[in-house]
């Protein structure tokens, strides 16, 4: 669910009608978050969606007919007062005044902070600060989880705030929580959390060249050859009987020498 479909469709609908977004949609891809978020402020583009508040008893599907003339089925009789909408959907609404008023909800449902995230780079600025104020409250490593989508969002304009809080819990956030982003599957997330390694020296320069070598990614294979050269006493990037050559880019035989001790690499 990356984009504007079905599934994102059915998934909003789900939310409407009480389903969390867990049950409703893959909570673990920033893509579904967003195109969550896109859905809902784009269900008037569907007029046959028959989307159902909390209570209200399940009516019978629209037909074709029903479509073409625009109609949406038999309905049950109105409530009295149109229920409101549940916190997920209210954070992606298209009244911002109804996505900053459910921003509150998000202090007592850690599973909605995805949406905080979101709203952090909301185009209406009442929202956005509200939203800002309550990713700054959250310890540092409440972010990790949230890294791929900050790091989504971070493409777009106003996306740049939630990057800095991620970058600094980072940089004092938990040792072991910094290595583990490294193996994230998302290439951003990974990668910050490289950069960050680096930086903060929790990286043997074995272990950088060992990714230099193995890794496909010549981003990461850059940034982890230069830190495992740098790493290293000049003597010990040379290759047995061989002379040190002028200061240059780093040497890809040095790293793979260093992450594979008595080893020659192939080519």
Request: hydrophobic share 40%.
């Amino acid at each position: 669910m990356d984009g504007w479909d079905g599934e994102t469709m059915r998934a909003v609908v789900r939310v409407c009608e009480g389903a969390t977004p867990e049950e409703a949609f893959g909570i673990g891809s920033a893509g579904a978050w967003l195109a969550f978020d896109d859905g809902v402020r784009n269900t008037d583009d569907r007029p046959w969606l028959s989307i159902r508040p909390p209570g209200e008893p399940e009516r019978p599907a629209p037909t074709l007919l029903d479509r073409l003339r625009g109609r949406r089925g038999p309905r049950a009789a109105p409530p009295a007062s149109p229920p409101p909408p549940p916190p997920a959907v209210a954070l992606c609404h298209p009244d911002g005044r109804v996505r900053e008023a459910a921003l509150d909800a998000v202090r007592t449902a850690p599973e909605l902070r995805p949406l905080l995230v979101v709203r952090c780079a909301d185009w209406v600025a009442p929202v956005r600060e509200k939203a800002r104020a309550l990713l700054a409250e959250l310890p540092g490593d409440a972010l990790f989880p949230l890294a791929g989508l900050i790091l989504r969002l971070a493409r777009r304009d106003r996306g740049d705030f939630a990057r800095a809080l991620l970058e600094d819990a980072l940089r004092e956030g938990p040792a072991a929580e910094v290595l583990a982003l490294t193996a994230a599957p998302d290439r951003a997330t990974y990668r910050i959390a490289y950069r960050i390694a680096v930086e903060r020296g929790l990286l043997t320069p074995v272990e950088l060249a060992a990714t230099a070598a193995a890794c496909g990614d010549v981003t990461l294979q850059d940034l982890c050859a230069e830190a495992a050269v740098a790493a290293v006493k000049p003597e010990e990037a040379v290759r047995p009987g061989a002379s040190p050559g002028p200061t240059g880019p780093p040497c890809w035989t040095c790293c793979w020498r260093l992450a594979r001790p008595g080893c020659v690499r192939p080519g």
